[in-house]
């Protein structure tokens, strides 16, 4: 595929080709374990592919083929966080699962290699998942000294199971590719040289689709799981959807003319 790059940085790379952002760690010498630097070019990338409305789905990746993401960087990890250039302890990855499951577009996992700890997570979060033959998935918090009870249990759960999730997070144990499919954790398994065309054939089926459709079925599965912060997304899409009609159009236009509004001619539905 002929990938252009959207915007340079460090740790991560940040591509386009039709339609598709593809988000790539890129520390393969770490197996793509994340420091706060990358989170934060993470987060901003994500916030361009928010904005951007050339971009109808975003796939998240690790460089190299042999890691996804083994999650945080444990050199970095210090007194309360993990610690950038800024000195200041982090655990920015939170603010990125959230963007990921905020942003009103299908984000994609696409997973070679390793998916490790908060990596693991990372791709938890995301609406797909397509995992090479290679894929090893896992938390291992507990005997890192660490845990992720946010979406990293609730959520896995809700994915996996209770029984399941339990014993991902007490055991430490690694799963293979067939196994995450077996346990729903995975949406398709592939061989390794397939992963990005697969990925990319899924992304380009979900583009030739309504792109508000897509947005509303997002925000419906959040809000089912997500309480008042669901509904509240949910119901930001009811605002915007509002906003588009010539009714809500009335009320602003009747403020701004000084007059009193008439809603008589809007329609009463059943
Ligand atoms: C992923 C795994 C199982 C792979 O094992 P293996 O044997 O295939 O590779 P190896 O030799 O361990 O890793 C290759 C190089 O990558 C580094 C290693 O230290 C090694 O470096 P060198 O010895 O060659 O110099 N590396 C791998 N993962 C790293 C990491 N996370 N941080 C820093 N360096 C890393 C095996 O590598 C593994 O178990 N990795 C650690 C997984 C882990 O525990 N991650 C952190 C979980 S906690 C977390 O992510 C988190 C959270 O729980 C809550 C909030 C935020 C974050």
């Given amino acids: 595929y002929n990938w252009s790059t959207l ?12 339609g598709i952002a593809k988000i790539s760690i890129n520390r393969p010498e770490v197996h793509n374990a994340f420091t706060p630097r990358t989170v934060a070019e993470m987060i901003d990338a994500m916030n361009i592919c928010r904005d951007n409305s050339d971009i109808g789905v975003i796939i998240l990746t690790g460089e190299g083929g042999k890691a996804f993401c ?19 302890p982090r655990l920015n990855v939170l603010d990125l699962q959230m963007q990921i499951r905020r942003i009103p577009k299908p984000v994609i996992a696409m997973v070679a ?25 896992g938390q291992t918090g507990p005997k890192v000294g660490s845990f992720d009870g946010g979406f990293g249990a609730s959520y896995l759960a809700r994915v996996v199971g209770q029984k399941k999730a339990r014993e991902i997070w007490y055991l430490c144990d690694q799963y293979n590719a067939q196994e995450a499919l077996d346990m729903g954790l995975v949406n398709k398994v592939v061989p390794l040289e397939q992963l990005e065309e697969t990925t990319v054939a899924w992304c380009e089926k979900i583009l030739e689709k309504s792109p508000l459709a897509l947005r509303m079925l997002k925000a419906s599965f959040n809000a089912e799981l997500d309480g008042q912060s669901g509904i509240q ?30 809603f008589s001619k809007y329609p009463k539905f059943p």
């Fill in 233 to 262: 997304q949910l119901a930001g899409d009811a605002t915007l959807l509002y906003y588009l009609s010539d009714e809500a159009k009335e009320g602003k236009n009747a403020f701004l003319e000084k007059r009193k509004p008439d």
């Fill in 7 to 18: 915007k340079e940085y460090k740790e991560i790379l940040f591509q386009f080709y039709n």
């Fill in 70 to 88: 083994s999650g945080g960087d444990q050199s970095v990890r210090g007194h309360g966080g993990y610690i950038g250039e800024d000195t200041v």
């Fill in 113 to 137: 290699g390793w998916a490790i700890g908060g990596g693991h997570v990372l791709h938890v979060v995301c609406d797909l998942s397509i995992a090479a033959h290679n894929a090893r998935f």
